[in-house]
């Protein structure tokens, strides 16, 4: 009577560590993933702010140049009517 080949005895656990090897690789490229999109928001949001404080900013200059044009403009007027 011929019975089938017998795995090694050890079948069961080497089947078992390369079931936790693998999950342990896509454990390690799931927190890549992770740190990797991060990072992207990050740079993202950065990006997205930092133009927002330029504007901010340059609007903050334009307002003090109108404030500035403004008062020149009120004191050469009132040069001219006084000059009348």
């Known amino acids: ?10 079948a069961i656990i ?3 560590v390369a079931n936790d090897e693998e999950h342990a690789a896509l454990d390690r490229y799931t927190h890549e993933m992770k740190k ?3 990072a992207a ?9 930092d133009f927002t ?3 901010k900013r340059n609007d903050g200059f334009i307002a003090e140049e ?14 001219r009517i006084k000059r009348l």
């Open 1 to 10: 009577m011929s019975s089938a080949p017998r795995p090694p005895p050890d």
């Open 14 to 16: 080497r089947k078992r």
């Open 36 to 38: 990797a999109a991060m």
């Open 41 to 49: 928001s990050w740079f993202e949001n950065k990006s997205k702010y």
């Open 53 to 55: 404080d330029n504007q």
């Open 66 to 79: 109108l404030r500035c044009a403004n008062l020149e403009l009120l004191l050469r007027r009132r040069h």
